[in-house]
């Protein structure tokens, strides 16, 4: 019994010294700061500043507006001048529309013309045709002349041959001259039905159609002046958007927060005038957030990207999981240029570390701990068991 208490306190002692070194020998840092990067908001353009009050440390959320920005004095001559042009070429463009709707209505004023024309012209050669053809019948009867009403007919023919005072009155040159008048009649309405128009000798169309086919190349023309307008105003227009765009970001207007994050500086005051560029405020990035530590040369150099790793903030006994982002070595000063918390002295006489811990981001009011330190451990421990089962 004795022997058996004795070999119990000696595994005792072995498993709490194992513990202890354990504890202490694992790769561990001591120093560990939330950090997040900074970010600038400048000046777009050159004007008169104003910043509402706000308290620094302030949560901002992206696309909440900052600050504002107005130039009084922007220059608008060249926009005022393609406006001018726009006008006078949206003027133009208006008078070819109006020619155009008018030499339209004339034109379809003359179709409707030509219309009446052909169908009245048709209605005459086929009466004409019936008339010659009913004489005709009468002169291929051989019947006699004697009757008043023939006797005039047959005057009435003779006058349209022409015949002279002492030529004799032929009554075979008479049937000719009637089957001419038909066959020429019907030659006219045939080529009336086809719209070519007979008789004056010296044009095949009506002067309402030739002048309807003169319009048509008028509306042609007046058509593609108005499309050149149309695409000259267009050009136009395009150019007075882009100017406008120009001297609106020349006015100045709304600066809007890029991150979700807090206040973390004011650079310039209410009211004060300053040139486009300027740094104006500081924001803290707390999308981004990480930890930052140093390690001895020993933990350094057995790490690499991508390692996991866990981090625990100082008086509390949550384990956050994490993962190595970044190896800069000692004396990694400039890197923290544009983070929220500078490296101490101490810090710089040791290697640095950047961790990743998706955790801290997600904790919504709480994930921007900015400055809160904590450890952060690279290898396994003996009571890492132990902590899992603690709250």
Not at 204 to 221: H, K, M, T, W
Not at 361 to 384: K, N, S, V, Y
């Amino acid at each position: 019994m004795k022997y058996k208490r004795l070999i119990l306190g000696l595994l005792a002692i072995i498993l709490a010294l194992w513990v202890i070194v354990g504890e202490q020998m694992s790769g561990a840092t001591a120093d560990a700061v939330v950090n997040a990067p900074i970010v600038t908001v400048r000046a777009t353009v050159a004007g008169n500043l104003t910043v509402p009050a706000r308290q620094l440390g302030a949560r901002v959320t992206q696309g909440e507006v900052l600050a504002s920005l107005k130039d009084p004095v922007v220059d608008r001559v060249r926009l005022d001048d393609l406006l001018m042009e726009m006008r006078l070429e949206e003027a133009a463009r208006t008078h070819i529309e109006a020619l155009l709707a008018e030499t339209e209505a004339v034109h379809q004023a003359l179709i409707e013309r030509t219309q009446i024309f052909r169908e009245r012209r048709l209605e005459e050669l086929r009466t004409r045709l019936s008339h010659a053809e009913a004489r005709l019948a009468i002169l291929e009867t051989g019947a006699t002349l004697a009757d008043e009403t023939q006797q005039q007919l047959l005057a009435a023919v003779e006058d349209g041959i022409g015949r002279l005072p002492a030529e004799p009155r032929l009554d075979a040159l008479v049937l000719d001259h009637a089957r001419e008048r038909v066959k020429v009649l019907r030659i006219a309405l045939q080529a009336a039905e086809e719209n070519v128009f007979l008789g004056d000798g010296y044009n095949d169309a009506p002067n309402a159609e030739q002048r309807a086919v003169e319009l048509s190349s008028e509306i042609a023309a007046l058509q593609t002046q108005l499309a050149e307008a149309e695409e000259r105003v267009a050009a136009l227009r395009e150019r007075v958007d882009r100017e406008r765009v120009r001297v609106n970001s020349l006015t100045g207007g709304d600066l809007q927060s890029p991150v979700t994050g807090i206040l973390w500086e004011i650079l310039e005051a209410d009211g004060v005038n300053v040139q486009r560029g300027d740094p104006l405020l500081r924001l803290v990035d707390c999308r981004a957030t990480m930890v930052t530590a140093s390690v001895t040369e020993r933990v350094y150099n057995s790490l690499s990207v991508g390692d996991a790793a866990r981090f625990r903030l100082g008086g509390s006994s949550t384990v956050y999981d994490a993962t190595v982002a970044r190896l800069a070595g000692s004396g990694a000063q400039t890197i923290y240029r544009n983070l929220a918390v500078a490296p101490s002295q101490r810090h710089l006489e040791r290697y640095d570390v950047a961790l990743i811990v998706p955790q801290l981001a997600q904790l919504e009011a709480e994930g921007c701990m900015i400055g809160r330190t904590g450890r952060a451990f690279f290898e396994a421990r003996p009571l890492d068991g132990l902590r899992r089962l603690l709250p």
